[in-house]
């Protein structure tokens, strides 16, 4: 089991320009999170999925931020237009049946907009 | 509005000492509470969880939580820490239908002096 896997570790990309991050959850998980840590927001909550479908994208910034997860061993969480702002760790996490089950974290994606 | 607070940004023990982290949350529905342990560049890594029942829970490497209705919180215990305990520590609330919304709290960094 090597965990949640996340690519790439850390992505630099310019002012305006698109990024997609990506999220390989452990197989068997029905439920995928995607989290953002920032040192003054700290962690926030941006999407979540069951089964695939989006159940929750209540923090997701909705102009530019978009999440899909086209199959159970997938998640993208995209970015266009990337501004200085979003600079951040990206995480993602899933857990067998929701958060009430333990939840397993990856790595993160350390995006930084220049 | 959920919150979890977390009063202690840093807290600083010796090696040998026992640390209390402290939790309280505002929730008024059925939660849950855990608490993660995330290490210098690495991802967040389950300790433990609540939910019902005995309201002191057991968790990895010696940690034990005590959940407190009436004071609405989660406090973390350990009796002797090890410097490999240092790192920063996140009080988590879960609720919404199979606890799948997640609020953080900002953390604690315990530094474990020898």
């Known amino acids: 089991n090597a965990g949640v896997i996340q690519t790439p570790r850390h992505k630099v990309t310019g002012k305006g320009q698109e990024a997609t991050l990506w999220c390989e959850p452990i197989?068997?998980?029905?439920?995928v999170f995607w989290y953002r840590q920032t040192i003054v927001q700290g962690l926030e909550f941006l999407t979540y999925?069951?089964?695939?479908?989006?159940?929750?994208d209540s923090g997701m910034p909705k102009e530019r931020f978009s999440a899909q997860m086209p199959n159970q061993s997938h998640s993208t969480l995209k970015i266009q237009s990337t501004q200085p702002q979003d600079s951040a760790v990206y995480l993602c996490a899933s857990s067998l049946q929701g958060a009430n089950t333990e939840v397993f974290f990856g790595k993160g994606t350390r995006l930084t907009v220049v | 509005t959920q919150t979890v607070s977390q009063s202690d940004a840093h807290v600083t023990v010796f090696e040998g000492d026992s640390v209390e982290l402290r939790c309280n949350y505002s929730y008024g529905g059925s939660i849950y509470l855990s608490w993660y342990i995330q290490h210098h560049g690495r991802g967040l890594q389950f300790l433990l969880k609540?939910?019902?029942?005995?309201?002191v829970v057991q968790g990895v490497n010696g940690f034990e939580a005590e959940f407190s209705k009436s004071d609405s919180s989660f406090h973390l215990r350990k009796a002797s820490v090890h410097w490999s305990d240092s790192a920063v520590y996140f009080c988590a609330v879960s609720y919404g239908t199979g606890g799948y919304k997640v609020v953080f709290g900002s953390g604690t960094r315990l530094l474990v002096s020898p």
């Open positions: 999925f069951r089964n695939q479908a989006p159940i929750d």
């Open positions: 197989s068997g998980h029905s439920a």
């Open positions: 609540y939910y019902s029942g005995n309201p």
